[in-house]
């Protein structure tokens, strides 16, 4: 918005960057956070860790910008990504403020086992994901998904992109249900199997995005920011700054002022702010939420490597649901010292899922038997709200929560949702030419 020519006052009860999503360093503030003891001192100085409360990895694409170049595997954030969120930091330059690093591995469970997700050819034959046979059928299944043009029907295979299901194409391919079950999850990162039965067309842009992304950096599509996720927010009010955008932090909303029916301004700390727009997440707002669900996440903190994954010091592990007998996929992501989040030696992993029961430490249990053994767990049950209108009327425009996922399509969904209701425009990034900061705009 800042960049756009809007005049930007951004309001924070916490004394940091990021919300319910932030990095919190040292790590004797999670501890007080969690209200447990101090940190041992085998943990290393407090100062050397960031942990992020709910870390997400960003999936990227291998297309390269004129201005690429890596220095001892870390990336200025040169390449050009795919992600909608990358897209948006490419686009309003907070790039300039980050830097980032390859994940090492990109793994799924299976029979009890973690198994690493094939990224070249070699792995492709060799992998003990599938039998000798599915194999080369999920080689030609790859091939077709990765060739597949819109624009050419000679590459669809008798199968409209538009009206074949992904059911229907993996029936085609004659593939086993272990193909099934990690394309559809570990690759194409659905939630749930309802993918399935809609056009396969989704499904393959999403198998085309992670195979892209994975012949750029062959061991993972996936990239984390140092110093942790807390980075992209402080990134955002470094940029909003420089556009004219001002920063309110530990600063509590008194109230909403609202004039026939519609949002004017707020009161904060004796003052009154006014404004055309309110933009917030469901905590400032609860009687304009409603909530749909619960998310459990444990963040745990370990002085090894997670077990069968070559010693990676950062990885994604995705426990499909039929693998635990649960309607929604259970996530792993560690970062470690290499990432600037931790102690030397010392690892950062989280566990999450949506709550079905009323047991949701229960429902987490195959994803930190993984992990054993852990130094320290911190335990967070958060609720999943959404708004109760688009906002429109009101003027007071809700994001919805962070969901269980290790990445960001919900969360970016919801960024290009806001957006067209807050603007009445699509959120593109072609064409479009950056507004000097203008005092007249609001």
Known sequence: MSVSGKKVLHIDRNSYYGGESASISPLEEIYKKFQISEPPISMGRGKDWNVDLIPKFLLANGKKDSRSYITKSCLSFVYVFSGMLVKILLYTEVTRYLDFKVVEGSYVFKAGKVHKLPSTEAEIQTSDLMGMFDRRRFRKLLQFMLNLDERDPRTYHDMDPQKTTMREVFHHFDVGTEVIEFTGHAMALHCSDDYLDQPCIQTIQRIKLYSESLARYNNSPYLYPLYGMGELPQGFARLSAEYGGTYLLNRQVDNIVMENGKAVGVKSGGEFFRCKHLICDPSYVPDRVKKVGRVIRVICLLNHPIKNTNDASSCQIIIPQTQV??????????????????????????????????????????????????????????????????????????????????????????????????????????????????????
């Open 325 to 442: 007998n649960r309607k929604s996929d259970i996530y792993i992501c560690m970062v470690s010292h290499t990432h600037s989040v931790a102690s030397e030696g010392m690892y950062v992993a989280s566990v999450s899922t949506t709550v079905e029961t009323s047991n949701p430490e229960k429902e987490v249990q195959p994803g930190l038997a993984l992990l054993e053994p852990i130094m320290q767990k911190f335990v967070s049950i958060s609720n999943f709200m959404v708004p109760l209108d688009d906002g429109r009327r009101s003027q007071i425009f809700v994001s919805r929560s962070y969901d269980a996922t290790t990445h960001f399509e919900a969360e970016c969904n919801d960024i290009k949702d806001m957006y067209r209701r807050i603007t009445g425009t699509e959120l593109c990034f072609c064409g479009v030419q950056r507004q000097s900061y203008d005092n007249n705009n609001e």
